[in-house]
Antibody, heavy 120, light 108 residues
Framework: QVTLKESGPALVKPTQTLTLTCTFS??????????VSWIRQPPGKALEWLAL???????FYNTSLKTRLTISKDTSKNQVVLTMTNMDPVDTATYYC????????????WGQGTLVTVSS | SYELTQPPSVSVSPGQTARITCSAD??????AYWYQQKPGQAPVLVIY???ERPSGIPERYSGSSSGTTVTLTISGVQAEDEADYYC???????????FGGGTKLTVL
């Protein structure tokens, strides 16, 4: 069974950098076709895609947030990491990682999410 | 970038059919996906590639596509179907992910 679990700080201060980790079990990040996205959802609001990384290390970012985001993976730990700089209270949200198979377009399977609050 | 347009809310009585639409110019060229999200829970995939149903999703969930609009249909709605539903697709390059604004399904 493939599982994803997000981890990171529950509270960050404005202007700080957020680092979130998505840990996979049951599948290798090197698996051909593995695509992993980060998605967030402010309280009571809609989903917003942030970034994705592919099995071959291609990376793509939400154009409106691109300057603040970095996505990477550590295959030895089977983890995907997202950093977001210059955090603001409007970035308060539940952050999800999700995986899909690029080759069969089977849709995203999500982790449980982690709530991040930005406050001084 | 572009947007996927969904109605903010849909209401139906138990046993009726609910239809939730999602519109965008890119939809004739790219697949659409539908996710169900209940309060306090992560989204769950209910339809992929416009009209395919993942294993474990009840048969009352179906998807269809016509031109620039895709539709999620829930037949014989049950109280447990009350949730937010999001459509998702990608841009014309096939890479950048986009979500609709979500539709709150209320079972009266």
């Amino acid at each position: 069974q493939v599982t994803l679990k997000e981890s990171g700080p529950a509270l960050v201060k404005p202007t700080q950098t957020l680092t979130l980790t998505c840990t996979f079990s049951g599948v290798s990040l090197n698996t051909s076709g593995m695509r992993v996205s980060w998605i967030r959802q402010p309280p009571g609001k809609a989903l917003e895609w942030l970034a994705l990384i592919d099995w071959d290390d291609d990376k793509f970012y939400n154009t409106s947030l691109k300057t603040r985001l970095t996505i990477s993976k550590d295959t030895s730990k089977n983890q995907v990491v997202l950093t977001m700089t210059n955090m603001d209270p409007v970035d308060t949200a539940t952050y999800y990682c999700a995986r899909m198979n690029y080759y069969d377009s089977s849709g995203y399977v999500w982790g449980q999410g982690t709530l991040v609050t930005v406050s001084s | 970038s572009y947007e996927l347009t969904q109605p903010p809310s849909v209401s139906v009585s138990p046993g009726q059919t609910a239809r939730i639409t999602c519109s965008a110019d890119v939809l004739p060229k790219q697949y659409a996906y539908w996710y169900q999200q209940k309060p306090g829970q992560a989204p769950v995939l209910v339809i992929y590639k416009d009209n395919e149903r993942p294993s474990g999703i009840p048969e009352r969930y179906s998807g269809s596509s016509s031109g620039t609009t895709v539709t999620l249909t829930i037949s014989g709605v049950q109280a447990e179907d009350e949730a937010d539903y999001y459509c998702q697709s990608v841009d014309s390059s096939g890479t950048y992910v986009v979500f609709g604004g979500g539709t709150k399904l209320t079972v009266l």
